[in-house]
């Protein structure tokens, strides 16, 4: 499985999207506002999903951060490039 899957995975677990599958959740599409329409509290239960999943350490700039969670593919290159840090 890829890290991209595994991303839409957690997404779907840790934010209980019960109507949305793997196959919903585009790689490049925006995940807030636009595209999946997530807001500002889905990104704070992500955050700590991904926390405790890849051991990451999150940044506390705020526009750093909007970088990261953009999209699936932008979260999975943060992830490969800063896991278990």
């Known amino acids: ?15 209980e999207l019960e109507d949305i599958t793997v196959d919903d959740i585009e790689d490049e599409a925006p995940l807030f506002i636009d595209g999946l329409g997530l807001d500002s509290i889905d990104a704070l239960e992500l955050g700590m ?3 405790k999943k890849y051991n990451l350490k999150m940044s506390s700039n705020k526009e750093e951060n909007k970088k990261y969670f953009y999209s699936v ?13």
């Open 1 to 15: 499985m890829t890290i991209e899957n595994e991303l839409k995975e957690l997404i779907i677990k840790s934010l």
């Open 49 to 51: 999903a991904l926390k």
């Open 73 to 85: 593919k932008t979260l999975a290159d943060y992830v490969r490039s800063n896991a278990g840090e």
